[in-house]
């Protein structure tokens, strides 16, 4: 039959694949420093010393251990799969992506490392490092959703794009994507496994700030199981209205400015609404890069 050879969507999309034939065919401008074939486009040896690290690396923090023991793994049987670096100019490189493999080579005394050699802009270097990081390394859940904010803010993907883009359900982004609504407190206790995607799927269905922390630290402090946290949230939800603090409910029109600022940023704003219409917004960060990354969407 003639659809029998019909070649198969790939999983990504125009995702990474896409990315990196462009890069190739793309070499004109500024963007084509070196014009080499045997440099760009091909896998090289290169000194450790002279690739860069990527400023756009998802990744917040790495294992101590799981690097020492890919350095001893490196140390017996090299780099399996070559690292990706773009070239700056002569003799200088940037990471895209693999930089535990990079930082398990040094730590295993290796002087070079190989690499595929790739041409890129800013945004496809972005866009390639997001997409390649969400696809292969252990990223937490914080660090996933973070990803997946920055290729919707600064590669310009909508959000119905984003699941065929990295190879996921749409159920599944969207997620992750709520994790960013939580508190800072309860996102800090996500990123270092104090509590499951589970548990803060549970604590998302609750609008209340103070119950979703209340229920957090009681989490921790007792180390409910999802299902048990699931049923707290269940019976706080079945309370007549009158035993729910109502202080804290947030106006319609006012919520609907902080679920967009919270979308926008990445992380839980407040905004608190007073009398006289005065009122304060409050963004948080969970580390000096997350405030940097803040800031930059600020332009400031």
Not at 143 to 150: F, K, N, V
Not at 195 to 213: F, K, P, W, Y
């Given at each position: 039959m003639a659809d029998s050879k019909k070649p198969k969507r790939k999983a990504l999309g125009r995702g990474l694949g896409a990315l990196l034939e462009d890069s190739n065919s793309g070499q004109r401008g500024e963007d084509r420093i070196n014009s080499d074939v045997n440099v760009v486009g091909s896998i090289n040896e290169i000194h450790v010393n002279d690739i860069e690290t990527n400023p756009y690396q998802p990744r917040t923090e790495f294992d101590k251990e799981a690097l020492d023991e890919l350095a001893v793994s490196i140390k017996i049987q090299g780099i399996i799969q070559p690292i990706t670096v773009r070239k700056l100019g002569n003799n200088k490189y940037q990471l895209i992506s693999g930089e535990r493999r990079l930082q398990a080579s040094k730590?295993?005394?290796?002087?070079?490392?190989?690499?595929?050699?790739?041409?890129?802009?800013?945004?496809?270097?972005?866009?390639?490092?997001?997409?390649?990081?969400?696809?292969?390394?252990?990223?937490?859940a914080?660090?996933?959703?973070?990803?997946?904010?920055?290729?919707?803010?600064?590669?310009n993907l909508k959000q119905e794009e984003l699941g065929d883009r990295v190879g996921k359900k749409r159920t599944t982004v969207n997620n992750y994507m709520r994790l960013l609504?939580?508190?800072?407190?309860?996102?800090?206790?996500?990123?270092?496994?104090?509590?499951?995607?589970?548990?803060?799927?549970?604590?998302?269905?609750?609008?209340?700030?103070?119950?979703?922390?209340?229920?957090?630290?009681?989490?921790?402090?007792?180390?409910?199981?999802?299902?048990?946290?699931?049923?707290?949230?269940?019976?706080?939800?079945?309370?007549?209205?009158?035993?729910?603090?109502?202080?804290?409910?947030?106006?319609?029109?006012?919520?609907?400015?902080?679920?967009?600022?919270?979308?926008?940023?990445?992380?839980?704003?407040?905004?608190?609404?007073?009398?006289?219409?005065?009122?304060?917004?409050?963004i948080p960060y969970l580390s000096n890069d997350d405030l940097t990354r803040i800031l930059e969407i600020l332009e400031l």
């Open positions: 730590l295993a005394g290796l002087e070079n490392v190989p690499a595929y050699v790739r041409v890129a802009d800013d945004q496809q270097m972005l866009e390639m490092a997001l997409i390649e990081n969400i696809q292969r390394e252990n990223l937490n914080i660090e996933i959703a973070l990803s997946y904010q920055r290729l919707i803010t600064d590669c609504k939580l508190p800072p407190d309860i996102q800090a206790g996500i990123r270092d496994k104090k509590i499951s995607m589970g548990h803060a799927r549970a604590l998302i269905t609750i609008e209340n700030v103070d119950t979703q922390l209340s229920i957090y630290h009681k989490i921790i402090k007792e180390d409910l199981s999802v299902r048990k946290v699931e049923d707290l949230v269940r019976n706080w939800q079945d309370k007549p209205l009158k035993d729910k603090d109502k202080k804290t409910e947030v106006p319609y029109e006012i919520k609907q400015v902080q679920d967009k600022l919270s979308s926008h940023f990445g992380t839980r704003v407040q905004v608190k609404h007073g009398k006289n219409n005065k009122g304060e917004i409050k």
